[in-house]
């Protein structure tokens, strides 16, 4: 960290700075310029903030050098993590998509939607049952019935499930039934819920909030991780900009930032990234092409009467074609889809448990 | 609800809209113009979503004509929302300051606080004890302990406590020892905890997203109304752009904006706003100037020692210069600062309960 | 254009309305429904702004139902534009790749960087000659020195030259001398300018301000369009949003949205949307994927000497590698790079002049 | 300068900069942490761009210490600029409103108006002759003709006028017309038009850009003041944001930063930076209590038939009760609005040479 000293800084302001870096437990390191005086606070800086050192008089800026995360750098681990999810891996050479309706609405539905996506080359399947609607107005969900259904799902296809989780209170049974949590946008600095799920060995799937920078998500990683649960990955579902003519801005820099700074797998959501089903083909395959470890797509059997999020579903028969374009793509990335394997999956300890 | 269809829509296509409008309960109104059809769907459409007619054959946008929150909306409630908090009002003539530090950090450091501010003008106390940090290793505030420091802070000065509530779980602690719970930005859209907080009858301070429109604020309060508590008040703390000279940019637009729209009392925060204690007096005044019911403010006694917000906190002081001024200027407005009465406060039931 | 009353106007102020719009050679369609009433204003709408109708009295909202800009619609020309651009084509089968250093610095440094863009795969030169620098203190261009040495480079490699013009004073010279007129993205609503080029018949690359709307660079090339100068190609170079990981945020939605809204060609630019050269690679293999129909790169022989945007230029072999993986990104579209023939170009007429 | 080298940088790549850094004139500290080596760079550094050393082997990042710009730096500085404007000066206890149409549309009009904001307290005439439209098929202005009006309109009320020049091309016209050259929000980094400006002495208004931030407005005034020409003030007229409910989102907190950064005189513009005439007058009194040195706005006398900006136009009777507003909140804060003096004013050497 550099304490850089105002222009016109005292002598005694200089001292003060240097008496509260040794007071924190950092070592100094003087640098006196001509125009300016910076002081190097060094040490173990990652868990002490900036601002207290940019309140002292004299002081001009602070700025840190090392990154403010540790165990989601990739300084700190150089290579890629690869997870092993319930068949397949993320973040290696495996290029999983999962897909699925926004919410759940009905047994048949999410059994109906399940087989069509796994048909079409889907390897997981997403469903929410608790819903984060913005109006108090709008269909909230199906609740633990919707887990029900998912279990079933995931017993007739195989498909392990991804389900999104809203509240801490909401662990148990999630962790009981879902294969991956999935943190939406609006909780990535819900920090309750982030370490209440640091503390299970679910995998995670971490989204990024509407307006949160690279570097908050990755701080939103780091909490996680700092509980003991190291199967996180990352979502790009698009940041909020001034432009309207999409729901979001899809940030494809993220991908190949996210890549180089961390070594957790990294998918895209171009879903809700682009808010409507014309783009989403383009996007999915923009994402493999920049270097993304995955895809999370949401498909519906008839988005005309989707409960939610209907106009940036897919039909399945169009999600088909996107999985082969984006098939061929990986192809040219050296990556491949993950190959689901036909046939019922044997009952799994999880499904088991409802049945 | 207008359903524009596109210039080439076919007979077959108009035909099925119209069908899905009626099995919704919406009656149609239907218009053939020259280049384009619109077809109007009339009655109650605030909870239905513009999303199931956007994926229909043909259609080319669908445009709400009547807005999508009705509890908070001044079209319903066109008078002004008047609260009683605890000795004064807010949304009123009266013009409420709350003050107090980003964090209570310890007993003597709480107490000390609350005089300094009541002195310097305040009319409430503010002060976390779960705080939401973007970091695992900072400081994550002192749970319930503080808030029986808190009690004691308002025992001893009579300044009703405003605290921020991180979680559904502890709404019942929460509600035994505050007067005002505030939902902090990140969790504007926290719908769980909103919904728990619109169960009780404790008046709730809802703060604006980092990155949440002005309607989704709306839309935020009416969970909070819809869940039967009607004491909810608005708060600006500044939204995420480009800039960065400034932690947040005031959006002060959205001051007259939302008195337009609502009936609910709206404050200012210019420490989040601006993040940064130097322009924390000018926001202040222009807040008031530009009709904001109230201010929240943080004030630290020793903001170098801080353990979260140093930079952005006012020394005592330099708070009571800024009262002073706001006080002018709230009178030009034809409003006037809170007067808060001295000596101790009564012993209301809430502080004897835990004394 | 649709007028949509508030629900309290009354039959004067409806009828003032009505007024309004037949005075502006407009049609009426009314169409009062329980809440609201809605007035339809029909005809040549495009030209009108909506504000005349937002500021009288009664008046909630104006909505426009067709586009604001025709000549760069894709409804008006549905099929898309091909452009021939010295020895190839942009918009259709082929995909150009232009390249080349942020600007012009010497005689020897533009025509080795031609050589060697050409040698990696390069279709065009790109080459600054006036510079829009944020600073007054920095290199400002060599003008039209710099001019000279890229015909004498066009000359040596066959390549064409996309040149940016700053000011409408510059066009005569450069219509003389560029194959390409680069509009910037500080540019992007100089309207003089746009007037100015519009009336030449010399190829145009516009590019995308830094908050400049999707349909905001439609209408800027409705300027061009609009004055006779019917061959535009349009550029996405990166948007301005709140992440400061990179440069800018490359909006790589804009790519399938300005597919669907025009029929002109639309390129990206992945050296000014990253702001990194460790970046730019995976952002144009992306635009590929996303439907791009060319891309601009930056490439310096040195970027540690060059006089602009070092950080963002590629070297040539780095270069080189990315064209190479765009190639098979391409192949994938069903598209192809521009294979540009070996052997001196033969002297055109605009080089010959100045040779 | 500061150059942060990565912690794995060799010796070789620390010599490397080092080297560099004196190649270009500058002096070296070097700084060898346990963690990193910095490398500070001093001298004459705001006309060296950090890229330099940005793309240097081994660099982790550049930072800079002193700002980028000079002349318009209050630390160069430290006392207000305060010009003399036409009979009142601008960045001292005067606070000068300046008034009109976004555009002068007739004889009549500009004399009516000028005639009906004088009479409500306004210091200056504003009127645009030379539009900038976003629309080719909108009014783009009465050019020449419209600044014989203004003349006539400022011969008539002793008004000063204040008028956007669009093109390098007009300076010679406009110079010898009005009393403040404007530059516009879309021309605040054309840079040929700063430089033409900067030869001139005419008093310049200058306003920020849609998306630029606080520290490129002040490279923009850089480039003028670097010219020669002192009389520059600054304009806040809004950013752009996500959020829709206004046309632009206006940066308060820019008034105290813009303050303590430089000594030119900052005014907003409330009509721009709101779009909407009932908010002008809130974000009016905001801005002058956070500390603007004035207001510019616009004034319409029928803003329903205004040709452009009708929207956010306020009729004369409610810019009266504005300015009555604004003046308790100036002297609130110490300030007065301008008291212009009644009666015609003498002919100018300017006007008359046109009368």
């Known amino acids: 960290m550099m304490i850089i000293m105002k222009s016109n800084a005292t002598p005694q302001e200089v001292e003060h700075v240097i008496e509260h870096i040794k007071a924190v437990g950092l ?3 003087l640098s006196q310029g001509v125009e300016t005086t910076i002081i190097g606070a060094i040490g173990e800086t990652h868990n002490i903030p900036t601002e207290q050192f940019e309140v002292l008089d004299g002081v001009e800026a602070v700025q840190r050098i ?51 996506v796994k048909e079409a080359g889907a390897s997981a399947l997403r469903g929410g049952v608790f ?17 029900e259904y998912l279990a079933e799902a995931r ?11 809203m509240s801490q209170v909401q662990i148990e049974v999630m962790v009981e039934y879902v294969d991956v949590l999935q943190v939406g946008a609006r909780n990535m600095q819900n920090f ?36 003991g649960n190291k199967q996180v990955f990352l979502c790009e ?11 979001n801005t ?37 994402a493999v092409a920049a270097g993304a470890d995955g895809l999370i797509v ?41 190959n689901v394997q036909t046939g019922e999956k044997p009952q799994s300890a999880i499904a088991s448990s409802h049945s």
């Open 27 to 29: 070592s100094v390191h």
């Open 66 to 116: 090392t990154q403010p995360f540790k165990l989601a750098s990739r300084q700190f681990h150089p290579e890629n993590s690869v997870f092993p999810l319930d068949g397949f891996t993320i973040g290696g050479e495996e290029l999983p998509v999962i897909a699925g309706p926004c919410s759940v609405e009905s047994r048949s539905q999410i059994i109906e939607t399940a087989q069509a």
């Open 237 to 247: 579902r698009g940041i909020r900009t001034f432009e309207t003519a999409t729901r």
């Open 250 to 286: 899809t940030d494809i820099n993220a991908i190949p930032v996210l890549k180089s700074l961390t070594h957790l797998p990294v998918i895209l959501d171009p879903s809700h990234s682009t808010g409507h089903f014309d783009y989403v083909a383009a996007i999915a395959r923009a």
């Open 155 to 165: 017993q007739q296809t195989g498909l392990p499930v991804v389900v999104e989780i």
């Open 131 to 147: 819903k984060p609607r913005t109006s108090p107005y709008s269909f909230q969900g199906l609740g633990e019935e919707g887990l």
């Open 298 to 338: 949401e498909v519906h059997p008839d988005p005309a009467h989707a409960l939610s999020d209907g106009r940036q579903s897919l039909k399945p028969e169009r999600f088909a074609a996107m999985v082969k374009q984006v098939g061929q793509i990986a192809e040219v990335m050296g990556r491949r889809l993950v």
């Open 192 to 227: 309750n819920l982030l370490r209440v799920i640091g503390e299970t060995q679910t995998p995670v799937l971490l989204k990024r909030g509407l307006s949160a920078s690279i570097e908050e998500l990755l701080m939103s990683a780091e909490y996680i991780l700092a509980g």
